[in-house]
């Protein structure tokens, strides 16, 4: 799907029919991919699209990553079997990148009884270029500016192709409804980087899924700003929920209970919701062995 002069989303399926990941092309004397897809992404997607633009994976020159999570970056080394590109991550992803299995450690670490360790979902990538908030990656063809956007995960970033309005924010912006938002960091960080992106001038915003309400993953112009106002809203009003819900229960709830009260969002972000309470002094953790919260 064309996005602008020189810049294509590629869609990659991912989990049923009709959702994917986004893989954007950013196409000049070499070729920007902004994300991966899954392992299978390349071969499944991204390579038939660069064929049907005339162009080939030994033409890419550089893959920038949103963050280092499995359906974002699982197909950066099926890419680097091919070709020898460059791989940029933010500086807090580069240790996800390469070590696939560490996300479901801490995971498993912080919310025992919502998240068993399993088996690799990529290989192990080595970045060739870590990256910060602000930083200017040049590549020889186009200048992205980074804004770091932790929420969804501590390295979310979002990638901005200036010369033509371009925001490519990964899953750092989630709207509402259904099973979203779903944060693995922090909801405190997720707010503060939707208040960043109210912030910026942005013509065309690039998601890492078809969020909803809209189901797209390309939004433009005024429905920008109405998306990232009603993420905000959606988040601020779920913490709400589940603080309401800990302090009228009378006893100890575990996150996929919360869950289950509320009905919306996903039992990982009420844990980082519940974290972030009581980082706040809102909340506490009664019993870390069952992972039992009280407010």
């Not at 893989?23 to 071969?43: F, H, M, N, Q, W």
Request: glycine share 10%; with cysteine.
């Amino acid at each position: 799907m064309k996005v602008s002069d020189n810049v294509y989303l590629v869609e990659c399926p991912f989990l049923r029919p009709g959702y994917f990941v986004s893989s954007c092309i950013i196409a000049g004397r070499g070729i920007v991919l902004v994300d991966t897809g899954l392992e299978d992404s390349p071969k499944q997607a991204i390579y038939p699209y660069l064929g049907d633009l005339g162009l080939g994976i030994r033409d890419v020159s550089h893959i920038i990553l949103t963050h280092a999570h499995f359906d974002h970056c699982g197909g950066v080394s099926r890419i680097r079997e091919e070709v020898l590109c460059r791989v940029g991550v933010h500086e807090y992803g580069k240790p996800f990148l390469e070590d696939p299995l560490l996300l479901d450690i801490q995971l498993n670490r912080r919310f025992p009884i919502l998240y068993g360790i399993g088996e690799p979902r990529f290989k192990p990538v080595e970045a060739d270029i870590v990256f910060k908030d602000s930083d200017i990656i040049d590549t020889g063809s186009v200048r992205l500016r980074i804004i770091h956007t932790p929420g969804h995960s501590p390295c979310s970033s979002c990638i901005v192709y200036e010369d033509k309005g371009i925001y490519i924010s990964g899953d750092s912006i989630q709207g509402y409804g259904g099973n979203r938002p779903l944060l693995f960091h922090s909801s405190i960080d997720y707010m503060e980087s939707l208040d960043k992106f109210s912030k910026e001038h942005i013509d065309i915003l690039v998601l890492g899924h078809p969020f909803p309400p809209y189901g797209r993953a390309i939004l433009r112009s005024w429905e920008v700003r109405d998306f990232i106002k009603e993420s905000l809203e959606a988040i601020e009003k779920l913490r709400s929920l589940v603080l309401d819900i800990l302090r009228e229960s009378g006893k100890p709830m575990n996150p996929r209970e919360i869950y289950e009260r509320i009905g919306v969002s996903q039992p990982i972000t009420i844990g980082c919701i519940l974290e972030d309470l009581e980082r706040e002094g809102e909340a506490s953790r009664f019993d870390e062995g069952v992972d039992l919260w009280v407010g």
